[in-house]
Nanobody, 114 residues
Framework: QVQLVESGGGLVQAGGSLRLSCVASGSIISLNAMGWYRQAPGKQRELVAAFTPSDNINYGDFVKGRFTISRDSAKNTVYLQMNSLEPEDTAVYYC????????WGQGTPVAVSS
């Protein structure tokens, strides 16, 4: 089993920045993918950024250069640097990982005020 724990969410003003962290622990053999999704109230969960099994990076179309995903493989940790935040970025951000199964973190809320 894999456990994912996110941190770094909070309340910021438009134009501000946040850095999210997700630490994976447990029985990790290999993680084929790891990254971030988000879900706003009444909306579907959507991709923010993720490492693919081939070690490429996919970003959601809304990112437009504002967010950067990175990782520290030795620590099984993935980060999401979010700059130029907009009110539309308000959502719960979820870490996810894939190995033998799909794993989700509990989510960390991000609120951006105008």
């Amino acid at each position: 089993q894999v456990q994912l724990v996110e941190s770094g969410g909070g309340l910021v003003q438009a134009g501000g920045s946040l850095r999210l962290s997700c630490v994976a622990s447990g029985s990790i053999i290999s993680l084929n993918a790891m990254g971030w999704y988000r879900q706003a109230p009444g909306k579907q969960r959507e991709l923010v950024a993720a490492f693919t099994p081939s070690d490429n990076i996919n970003y959601g179309d809304f990112v437009k250069g504002r967010f950067t995903i990175s990782r520290d493989s030795a620590k099984n940790t993935v980060y999401l640097q979010m700059n130029s935040l907009e009110p539309e970025d308000t959502a719960v951000y979820y870490c996810y990982a894939e190995s033998d199964s799909i794993y989700w973190g509990q989510g960390t809320p991000v609120a951006v005020s105008s």
